[in-house]
């Protein structure tokens, strides 16, 4: 299972401790850091998707379907209802957010307004017209994917173990960026080429 979600303290704890593992047995390790971003592996991508399909309804159906979602209860259904009234471009960010700028204000005291714009502004530059599969993998890639290679660096080089990521061959993410969105982010599942190309091994 992923790491979506997860406790950020908890999550480098255990990739520290699996560090420490793999380090006494080998010293390179072969990781899927990448193949989420580039190949849309993410449960919470079919949000912005919802989102971006709403964003051709009335303002006020989109806040009566959030309004229904809501009572209907579940973290991503309320996660869904929380987006679906949004611009497409802050559904991208809020989407990949550990916590809602609401709640940063209440903890630090301070709006978290100008940096929220500059991350609306960088997703609406990334944004790949009728394709919002593609521009949430765009966004996650700049955004997102840098942080988790940087955790995993620093977990697996603290323990002398090499961490490889396959997924970020340079020929491969380019010809990701190729695929079409049908074929990454399906209506019944995610990463879908990966997981056709894996049944064949």
């Known amino acids: 299972r992923g790491m ?6 908890f999550a480098n704890g255990l990739i520290a401790l699996l560090s420490v593992y793999a380090r006494s047995r080998v010293t390179v390790v072969l990781t899927g850091e990448g193949s989420d971003e580039i190949f849309g592996g993410y449960p919470r991508h079919h949000i912005v998707r919802a989102n971006a ?5 009335p303002h006020w159906m989109r806040q009566g379907a959030a309004a229904l979602l809501t009572s209907l209860g579940g973290r991503r259904t309320r996660m869904l209802a929380a987006h679906l009234p949004l611009p497409f ?3 991208v960010v809020l989407n ?6 609401a709640l940063v204000e209440r903890l630090t005291g301070t709006s978290p ?13 990334l944004a ?9 993998s765009r966004y996650d890639q700049r ?5 988790l290679l940087d955790r995993m660096d620093r977990m697996t080089m603290a323990c002398g173990l090499e961490g490889r990521v396959p997924f970020l061959d340079v020929g491969l993410a380019e010809w990701a960026s190729t695929v079409p969105a049908r074929y990454r982010l399906g209506a019944l599942g995610n990463k879908r080429v990966v997981k ?4 064949r091994y």
């Open 4 to 9: 979506e979600g997860m406790d950020l303290n």
């Open 96 to 101: 990949s957010a550990y916590l809602s700028p």
């Open 113 to 125: 307004r100008d940096i929220m714009g500059l991350r609306v502004a960088e997703a609406e530059s």
């Open 89 to 91: 471009a802050e559904a």
């Open 196 to 199: 056709r190309l894996a049944e």
């Open 53 to 57: 399909v709403a964003g051709h309804l």
């Open 128 to 136: 790949v017209p009728r394709n919002p599969a593609a521009s949430i």
């Open 143 to 147: 955004a997102y994917l840098p942080c």
